[in-house]
T-cell receptor, first 110, second 107 residues
Framework: NAGVTQTPKFQVLKTGQSMTLQCAQD?????MYWYRQDPGMGLRLIYY???????DKGEVPNGYNVSRLNKREFSLRLESAAPSQTSVYFC?????????FGQGTRLTVV | KNEVEQSPQNLTAQEGEFITINCSYS?????LHWLQQHPGGGIVSLFM???GKKKHGRLIATINIQEKHSSLHITASHPRDSAVYIC?????????FGTGTRLQVFP
């Protein structure tokens, strides 16, 4: 099925651990995004990539790195997880003004 | 001040009621999305609007570009409409989200 695939769906990390959230889309979209969703805050942009090989910071990039491996894949890395990074993470892709979202990753940092 | 603001934040309704959710934005946009998120679920795009009005089943979305305002209406609301509704504005090459409106429709 066409769409945006995110893995994993759930993850629990200890403070200081690292992990990578994976995202892939099969719609040949140029732009991809990582957002986090926190209660009362809405969705906030962490990083985005307007095309393969480019990445830009969003509203809340601190503590994260990204990699646009190819046109399909855009990964989000937490090098040293902190409790403040407990959140639900969404990947999205877009072409022109259409946007599609992954199912989300619920991350808990203890 | 958020660049995209929604009201109300929470909304409860009885089944059958007409519902309106409002979205105001301060950025210059090329288009606006209305999205739906069920509890624990993913995000689904309901509408993408750049002008005028769109209708899909019981859902109607309108946008007034001059006033920088959009509304989402639900006619004959049903408990399965209970969800968070989010408006998101395209600002050049990225989406900026409102904080969402949590709707609960009771039978």
């Amino acid at each position: 099925n066409a769409g945006v695939t995110q893995t994993p769906k759930f993850q629990v990390l200890k403070t200081g651990q690292s992990m990578t959230l994976q995202c892939a889309q099969d719609m040949n979209h140029n732009s991809m995004y990582w957002y986090r969703q926190d209660p009362g805050m809405g969705l906030r942009l962490i990083y985005y990539s307007a095309s393969e090989g480019t990445t830009d910071k969003g509203e809340v990039p601190n503590g994260y790195n990204v990699s646009r491996l190819n046109k399909r894949e855009f990964s989000l890395r937490l090098e040293s997880a902190a409790p403040s990074q407990t959140s639900v993470y969404f990947c999205a892709s877009s072409q022109l003004t259409e946007a599609f979202f992954g199912q989300g990753t619920r991350l808990t940092v203890v | 001040k958020n660049e995209v603001e929604q009201s109300p934040q929470n909304l409860t309704a009885q089944e059958g009621e007409f519902i309106t959710i409002n979205c105001s934005y301060s950025v210059g946009i090329s288009a606006l999305h209305w999205l739906q998120q069920h509890p624990g679920g993913g995000i689904v795009s309901l509408f993408m609007l750049s002008s005028g009005k769109k209708k899909h089943g019981r859902l109607i979305a309108t946008i007034n570009i001059q006033e920088k305002h959009s509304s989402l209406h639900i006619t004959a609301s049903h408990p399965r409409d209970s969800a968070v509704y989010i408006c998101a504005a395209w600002d050049t090459d990225k989406l900026i989200f409102g904080t969402g409106t949590r709707l609960q429709v009771f039978p």
